[in-house]
């Protein structure tokens, strides 16, 4: 049987190998607070080991599924494959700092502060 999550957050990550991690630990808590099931799919197309390494964090995190390919498909095709896994009944996707949408004004000067709706 396939679980069901209420929400599921994709990542889209390409050269994100410096950030992934730090992406996912200020995910979780803003996920946790929400107070729902949720998983995190990280799509990482490319070959420059930031799947590799997410590939490593999902094997002791349950919430977070990996996907991707060595060959770079692009973000859209990204987001959408992991909208087509998804198994959350609200699916988001990410693509810029976590921060950017979990704490208000720390966006890069002149991009607009986001909130994630979920």
Sequence with gaps: MTTRFSVSLILPANNEVKRIAQTVTEAKP?????????EIIISAD???GTRGLAAAMA???P???VIGSPERHGKGY??????ALARGGRARSL???ISCWTTPGTCRRGAPDATLGI
Aim: hydrophobic share 20%; proline share 0%.
């Design 63 to 65: 919430t977070l599924k």
């Design 59 to 61: 094997k002791t995190d």
């Design 30 to 38: 803003f996920l946790d607070q929400l107070q729902q099931t949720y």
């Design 46 to 48: 490319g070959d420059d």
């Design 78 to 83: 990204g987001i959408r494959q992991g909208v």
């Design 95 to 97: 693509s810029d700092r």
